[in-house]
C-alpha cells in the first residue's frame, strides 16, 4: 500500500457511530482510542442511572458529590460559559432535556406552565463548586446537570493528547459532529459541511484544516415536527424552547474540540450579525454560519480554506 494509505476503524459509542483514522493500521491502538472514550463516557453520561454525574443529579438538593478530576474540571468549564451574558450555554439544561426528549420515544411539545416550571431548576449559578474537595452541589432539588453539549469536545481534545504521546502524528477521531484532526497529510484533511435536512450526505461545502477541530451543531440532527411546525434539540435556556432565529448549523473551527463545543451553541444563540462582531474579538475561533435562507457566512478565512459545493446557496462573509 502506498505511504498515504489510509486505516479506518470504528464504533458506537456516546449513542453515536465513531470512527478513527490512522496512517498505520494498528488495531490495538484503535482498540486502546475506544477504550480511553468509553471510561469517559461512563464518567459523563446522563443516560444510564449510573456515572458521575448522575450521582451529582441523584444528590440535588441534599449534599454535595466528590467527583474526580476530569468530571470537575469539565464542570467548571460548563459552569463558566453558561454564566458568560447572554449566554445560550447552560450546564443545568437537563430537566428541560428530559421534558422535551427531543431525539427519543414520546417527544411533544410541552405545556408552558411545565417549561416555567423546570426553568426554575435551571440556574447554573445553582451549581455549586469547591475546588478543594472537588465536589459539586446542585442547590436545588429537582436539578440536573446535563454535559451532552461539551462532553464530546472534551473527549476528542484527550484522544488527540493519547494520540500523540503514542507518537502518532497525523490521524482524524470523529465523534459524531466532534472532529479532531491531528497533522496535514497530503495538505490538510478535507471535512464536509452538511446540508441541513437534505437527504444522504448531501453538502453545501467543504473546508481544509491542519491540526484543527472542527464542531457542527445543527437543527436538522434531531427534531420533531407538530401542528405544522418544526421543534428541534438545540433548546434555549432563557425561553426553555428551541432557539428560534434565522440559523440551520453552525460549524466552530479551533485548536480545541471543547471550544468548538462551546462556541457552537454560543453562537446558536446569538445569530449571524451578533456572533460575527463577538468573532472578530477572537483570532483563535472561526465559525461557518449556514441560515435558512441559503446563505452560507464565513467569519474569515485564516484558519481553513471553504470550498462550496452547492449553488443554491450564496456564500458571503462577516465584513459584507
Known amino acids: 500500500m502506498s505511504e498515504h494509505s489510509v486505516w479506518s476503524y470504528s464504533a458506537?459509542?456516546?449513542g453515536s457511530p465513531i470512527l478513527?483514522?490512522?496512517f498505520s493500521h494498528d488495531e490495538a491502538l484503535a482498540s486502546r482510542v475506544f477504550s480511553l472514550i468509553k471510561q469517559y463516557e461512563d464518567l459523563f453520561t446522563v443516560n444510564r442511572a449510573n456515572s458521575q454525574v448522575m450521582d451529582i443529579n441523584h444528590a440535588?438538593?441534599?449534599h454535595p458529590v466528590i467527583v474526580s478530576r476530569p468530571v470537575y474540571e469539565l464542570i467548571k468549564c460548563a459552569k463558566a460559559a453558561s454564566q458568560l451574558p447572554g449566554s445560550a450555554f447552560n450546564l443545568a439544561i437537563g430537566p428541560l432535556v428530559k421534558l422535551w426528549r427531543?431525539?427519543?420515544k414520546g417527544d411533544s411539545v410541552p405545556d408552558a406552565d411545565e417549561i416555567a416550571a423546570r426553568l426554575c431548576i435551571t440556574r447554573p449559578q445553582d451549581v455549586i463548586l469547591d475546588d478543594a474537595a472537588t465536589s459539586v452541589f446542585l442547590a436545588q432539588p429537582g436539578m440536573e446537570i446535563d454535559l451532552g453539549a461539551i462532553a464530546k469536545g472534551f473527549i476528542a481534545?484527550?484522544?488527540?493528547?493519547?494520540?500523540?504521546?503514542q507518537g502518532i502524528s497525523d490521524g482524524l477521531i470523529n465523534l459524531g459532529g466532534n472532529v479532531q484532526t491531528l497533522g496535514s497529510p497530503q495538505g490538510g484533511w478535507i471535512i464536509g459541511v452538511k446540508k441541513p435536512f437534505a437527504a444522504g450526505d448531501a453538502l453545501v461545502g467543504s473546508i481544509e484544516v491542519v491540526?484543527?477541530?472542527v464542531v457542527t451543531s445543527g437543527t436538522y440532527e434531531r427534531y420533531f415536527e407538530q401542528d405544522g411546525k418544526l421543534w428541534h434539540h438545540i433548546l434555549d435556556p432563557r425561553s426553555g424552547y428551541p432557539l428560534n432565529n434565522e440559523l440551520d448549523s453552525v460549524t466552530v473551527i479551533s485548536t480545541d474540540s471543547l471550544d468548538g463545543d462551546i462556541w457552537t451553541t454560543l453562537l446558536f444563540g446569538l445569530g449571524v450579525e451578533k456572533g460575527c462582531a463577538l468573532l472578530r474579538q477572537r483570532q483563535d475561533i472561526e465559525a461557518i454560519f449556514v441560515s435558512k435562507n441559503r446563505e452560507i457566512t464565513l467569519s474569515s478565512r485564516r484558519q481553513?480554506?471553504?470550498t462550496p459545493l452547492d449553488a443554491s446557496y450564496r456564500l458571503t462573509d462577516c465584513t459584507a
Open 157 to 165: 481534545d484527550r484522544v488527540r493528547d493519547y494520540l500523540h504521546q
Open 60 to 62: 440535588a438538593g441534599r
Open 12 to 14: 458506537v459509542l456516546m
Open 102 to 104: 427531543i431525539g427519543f
Open 304 to 306: 481553513f480554506h471553504f
Open 211 to 213: 491540526n484543527k477541530s
Open 20 to 22: 478513527l483514522k490512522l
